[in-house]
């Protein structure tokens, strides 16, 4: 039964197709002209090309012989569909960043139920490259490619070097990764969970509540698809904010901003009116030299000063 399921195989039926018009023409060899066998070569030379190219591409294309950090360089995904009704919370608005997701079955960190790494690097609205960590595959075919939780943030760190992290539920992220290192991590998010509470009033919902929402229906395979939905998400809701201060500033007589980061500044910290004109520029002080950044993945220790 096996055999028969191997034979009969629906990825052969271009090759049995060449057969079956191969034995036609050698059937009617003997009863038409040369103009006309010639004719008949050419259509069963067309039938070969078609059945070779199906028999190599799933030699070729197999997912034991992909590659899981690919280039993309593409357009990213984007469907405008924010709209900021109320007060919403400013983050910074970056050109260039990674989105990162921990594919997953649940949203309950406790369990273990987290099946892939996925993130993609974004530079001004192109994907730039993608890297995708299985870790508990359904597909038997990528169980090679799997390798322990603690090697997979490693790599992904090393892959996000120093640019910005957009992620969706911080707190399932934050808690997953001190419960299955069994440390303290020190990575820092920008959650587009919250994003989508301010975009689209929705909140606590997976991110394939985000992708059906935002119609992105041809995902299909795609192994990066929920990191993608996650950009996009961030994407939106750069143009929705630089909309709404745009009309906003031209409502009030202001001038619009020269920059989204000034643009942020200026709603979080604004600088107060000189009294004099000829007053000095504010210049910014530089940090303590006892403050510091933690790396990503170590424990900072803070001494607390002894009683004596």
């Known amino acids: 039964m096996d055999i028969l399921k191997k034979v009969f195989n629906r990825k052969f039926i271009y090759a049995y197709i060449f057969l079956l018009l191969l034995l036609v023409f050698l059937y009617f060899n003997n009863k038409y002209q040369k103009d006309e066998i010639f004719y008949g070569m050419i259509y069963i030379l067309v039938g070969f090309m078609i059945s070779l190219f199906y028999v190599l591409k799933d030699f070729i294309y197999t997912p034991d012989r992909l590659q899981y950090k690919q280039v993309i360089m593409e ?10 009704i109320e007060d919403f919370e400013a983050y910074p608005l970056y050109d260039e960043f990674i989105a990162f997701h921990l594919s997953r079955k649940d949203e309950d960190p406790y369990n273990d139920t987290v099946t892939s790494l996925q ?19 359904e597909d038997p075919l990528l169980n090679k490619y799997v390798i322990p939780l603690n090697e997979a943030i490693g790599r992904f760190l090393r892959y ?50 985000l992708q059906k929402y935002l119609g992105f229906y041809n995902l299909g395979g795609d192994l990066v698809k929920d990191a993608k939905v996650v950009g996009a998400i961030y994407l939106d809701y750069i143009y929705t904010v630089s909309k709404h201060r745009a009309k906003s500033e031209k409502k009030s007589g202001l001038k619009p901003l020269t920059s989204l980061t000034q643009k942020i500044k200026s709603t979080t910290n604004p600088v107060p009116e000189k009294s004099e004109v000829n007053a000095p520029q504010p210049k910014i002080r530089p940090k ?13 220790t803070v001494k607390k000063p002894s009683n004596t």
Request: charge should be positive; glycine fraction near 2%; hydrophobic fraction near 35%.
């Open 119 to 137: 993130a993609v690097r974004y530079k001004k609205s192109k994907m730039i490259d993608s890297l995708y960590i299985p870790l508990k595959p």
């Open 288 to 300: 303590p030299s006892h403050e510091h950044t933690s790396s990503n993945l170590k424990e900072e």
């Open 75 to 84: 357009d990213a995904l984007f469907n405008h569909k924010g709209e900021i």
């Open 160 to 209: 996000a070097d120093s640019l910005p992290i957009i992620i969706y539920n911080q707190p399932f992220t934050h808690t997953y990764l001190n419960i299955k290192l069994d440390k303290e991590v020190h990575i820092s998010f920008i959650d587009a969970m919250k994003m989508s509470k301010d975009l689209y009033g929705i909140t606590n919902k997976p991110i394939s509540h």
